[in-house]
């Protein structure tokens, strides 16, 4: 079955604590990304990546690290945790540029205390 | 720069009513277009989409037209059912990085 997996769905978690958030996909896509989604925002990019080694910034990148060593996978890597990234993070993975459909993981929901 | 503001929300409708979600965007050069909708619970699908001026996407009965000289992209379907209710994004492809816009989303309830 076609799938963007993330782990873990939930997760609570203090300030300061690094953590990551994997991101897996089975279609072989070139494009990956990660949003988060919060209340009245909608979602807003935070990285995206082209392919293997290629990652840009998304209008959000502040308080994140990605990497992009191998096709499926895509982490997202938040060195120390502050409350105001508690939020839900979305996945999503797509062929070509992005202009395809995008593919969206389940979503991880991320309480910093 | 780029960004996408849509109607707020919740729009409350009964079934077989007729729906409007308005959807303007601001943009440098000509960026795709794209509504994705979220049921309770899941992420984003992506429900339609337009690449350039003047193209109509459709799907499950949603329609949306690219129209470039009032930046909009306005979601409708003629007869909506208690199905349709969710979260409706609008969101844009900038052309000249491979960034995605996303709107605020809007809520829409379908009553019996």
């Known amino acids: 079955e076609a799938q963007v997996t993330q782990n873990p769905r939930y997760l609570i978690t203090v300030t300061g604590k690094k953590l990551t958030v994997t991101c897996s996909q089975n279609?072989?896509?070139?494009?990956m990304s990660w949003y988060r989604q919060d209340p009245g925002l909608g979602l807003r990019q935070i990285y995206y990546?082209?392919?293997?080694?290629?990652?840009d910034k998304g209008d959000v990148p502040e308080g994140y690290k990605v990497s992009r060593k191998e096709k499926r996978n895509f982490p997202l890597i938040l060195e120390s945790p502050s409350p105001n990234q508690t939020s839900l993070y979305f996945c999503?993975?797509?062929f070509g540029t992005g202009l395809e459909t995008q593919y969206f993981g389940p979503g991880t929901r991320l309480l910093v205390l | 720069g780029n960004s996408v503001t849509q109607m707020e929300g919740p729009v409350t409708l009964s079934e077989e009513a007729f729906l409007t979600i308005n959807c303007t965007y601001t943009?440098?050069?000509?960026?795709?277009l794209f509504w994705y909708v979220q049921y309770p619970g899941e992420g984003l699908q992506l429900l339609l989409k337009a690449t350039k001026a003047d193209d109509k996407g459709s799907n499950k009965g949603f329609e949306a037209t690219y129209r470039k000289e009032t930046t909009s992209f306005h979601l409708e379907k003629g007869s909506v059912q208690v199905s349709d209710s969710a979260v409706y994004f609008c969101a844009l492809k900038s052309r000249d990085f491979n960034k995605f816009y996303f709107g605020s989303g809007t809520k829409l309830n379908v009553k019996p």
């Open positions: 999503a993975s797509s």
């Open positions: 943009a440098t050069g000509y960026p795709s």
């Open positions: 279609m072989n896509h070139e494009y």
């Open positions: 990546s082209m392919n293997v080694e290629v990652t």
